[in-house]
């Protein structure tokens, strides 16, 4: 098999990235040398690479599922909002500028080119490349600038399907709408349809779908069910609603559960982190937005925010600051990961996101960070340093990376890891910080870690479960997502679009002309 397919979506979160994810694990398994491709993707969620660069994690885990390390060739343009308005433009891995709506104009032709060149690079190399779209390509108002969606498929010739999530409802509207919206070269590649988690009956689905091919003249590929035992990596914020659920609880192991409370920022950045916390079972993880979630929570997680100074004022405007001031002081344990690290701090110096200058941090933490250029990329490697510890903790290996602006200037709390032989992170009584990324999928100090948090919060009946593996749980992920993709979309259909492209007698729609 040789050839390239973008995957599009009716809508964000349409269930774009994982089919991408499961039709890459697919292939790999028959044994297809295969790649992902996200030419420009939006999100805050993103992971540092082996070469050095930062793409986002949904091509981070595209890439696992075809076997690679995760690569700036697989998204060669990401943006980071840090508010409605501005976002972090970063190319081939590294920021170059923060840029609005109408400053991407001027960018616009040599991303074209740095698009054009991995993705011609990317099919030279393997046999298939999955392309993954972004938002919609039914944005007709972003058409002339669009990199990812129908601009990308007319300028490589490639082959469309269109993905529309039925828990949503009006997915054939949807799917009909953005066929029949875009001008008809754009039309001539759009070649078929998936729709996912669908509930219940398919057969009576099934008359829709017969309407759907005869309006259009395209047929729907497959009906992937919602499968309950899937939660894989959120895209983006999107999939971070509060008051929802992280993953799905498993019951524990002792008399008691450990529960969990992420405060879910507006500009969260790698809200995945604590995903290898809702691997485990008895801990049940919950976002959360309102301060009294907190009370109750054995443990509350502050992740990392794209726009720290911003999403600290939040804390403040919400109440949720003076929660965790008074968690504190009652000895409730806290974790601050990155952006919710330097909010635990006494003073905040921003002269590069916010350009806030001076602000004061929440002071549960002695330290003070200030933001500079350039912008910390690294992967870490490490182990625990916290010599209040119980005894042999600070064996336990440690790895993760590292994504931010802050650096700390001063401290006077123990140091929790060294990493690359230099101390990291902070511990103050009940209260942990680290800028790194990813520490909670190391296995054995994870439990370890654990351990200390139900002992913090007299949960003496918690048990930690021994045979946990985030990497493993992760892998069967991604098994589920090939196996769906392999009983329930047309097999034969998706290799010969693949491999011949679009058909050239698809017809085009003339809705209200």
């Known amino acids: ?39 420009q993707n939006m999100s805050n969620n993103s992971v540092v690479t082996l070469d050095g660069g930062e793409i986002g994690r949904a091509q981070a885990l ?77 944005e007709i108002n972003l058409r002339a600038t669009d990199l990812a969606n129908m601009g990308l498929a007319r300028a490589a010739e490639l082959p469309v399907v269109v993905v529309g999530d039925i828990d949503r409802g009006g997915v054939l509207a949807h799917l009909f709408g ?10 001539q590649l759009i070649s078929g349809f998936i729709i996912n988690k669908f509930r219940g009956d398919v057969d009576l689905l099934r008359p829709g779908l017969d309407q759907l091919i005869e309006l259009t003249g395209r047929p729907t590929l497959g009906v992937i069910p919602f499968a309950e035992d899937l939660w894989i990596d959120a895209e983006d914020s999107l ?28 500009r969260i950045s790698n809200s995945t982190d604590v995903e290898a916390l809702a691997c485990e079972p008895g801990v049940s993880v919950r976002w959360v937005s309102d301060p009294s979630r907190l009370a109750g929570a054995d443990l509350v997680v502050i992740p990392g925010s794209k726009s720290t100074v911003s999403d600290l004022e939040w804390l403040r405007r919400t109440g949720i600051a003076d929660a965790l001031t008074a968690r504190a002081a009652a000895g409730g344990p806290i974790l601050g990961i990155c952006g ?44 625990v340093r916290d010599h209040g510890a119980p005894a042999g903790d600070g064996d336990l290996p440690v790895h993760g990376y ?13 140091p929790w890891f060294e990493l690359d032989g230099m101390p990291e992170g902070s511990v103050r009584e009940s209260i942990w910080g680290t800028h790194l990324h990813g520490a909670l999928e190391s296995d054995e100090f994870r439990r370890a870690w654990l351990g200390r948090v139900a002992a913090r919060a007299g949960r003496t009946g918690f048990v930690v479960a021994e045979d946990v593996s985030v990497d493993q749980v992760r892998a069967s992920q991604l098994d589920l997502l090939a196996d769906l993709m392999e009983k329930h979309l047309d097999q034969a259909a998706l290799e010969r679009l693949i491999e011949a492209g679009a058909p050239a007698d698809l017809p085009t729609l003339t809705v209200g002309k």
């Not at 953005?178 to 039309?187: F, K, R």
């Not at 999939?239 to 507006?266: E, I, M, N, Q």
């Not at 690290?341 to 002071?363: F, H, K, N």
């Open 62 to 138: 595209q890439a696992r599922a075809c076997g690679l390390e995760p690569s700036v060739r697989f998204n060669p343009v990401l943006l980071k909002p840090g508010s409605d308005r501005r976002s972090q433009l970063v190319v081939r891995g590294r920021a170059v500028d923060t840029v609005g709506a109408k400053d991407y104009f001027r960018h616009r032709q040599q991303l074209r080119s740095i698009v054009a060149e991995e993705l011609a690079s990317l099919r030279a190399e393997f046999d298939v490349v999955i392309c993954e779209g972004a938002g919609s390509p039914a």
């Open 340 to 383: 919710g690290y330097q909010m635990l701090a006494r003073t905040i110096v921003d002269r590069v996101e916010s350009d806030a200058g001076t602000v004061p941090g929440l002071g549960l933490l002695d330290l003070d960070i200030e933001f500079a250029d350039p912008k910390v990329l690294r992967r870490s490697t490490g182990c």
């Open 402 to 414: 590292e994504i931010h602006h802050g650096r700390v200037t001063r401290t006077a709390d123990r």
């Open 178 to 187: 953005t066929v029949a919206i875009l001008e008809p070269e754009d039309q």
């Open 239 to 266: 999939g971070t609603v509060a008051d929802a659920p992280v993953g799905r609880s498993r019951p524990p192991l002792g008399a008691d559960w450990l529960t969990v409370a992420a405060v879910r920022l507006p």
């Open 1 to 39: 098999m040789k050839g390239a397919l973008l995957v599009a979506g009716t809508t964000s979160d349409a269930g774009k990235s994982v089919v991408v994810a499961g039709l890459c694990r697919m292939l790999a398994r028959r044994g297809v040398r295969v790649a992902p491709f996200k030419a």
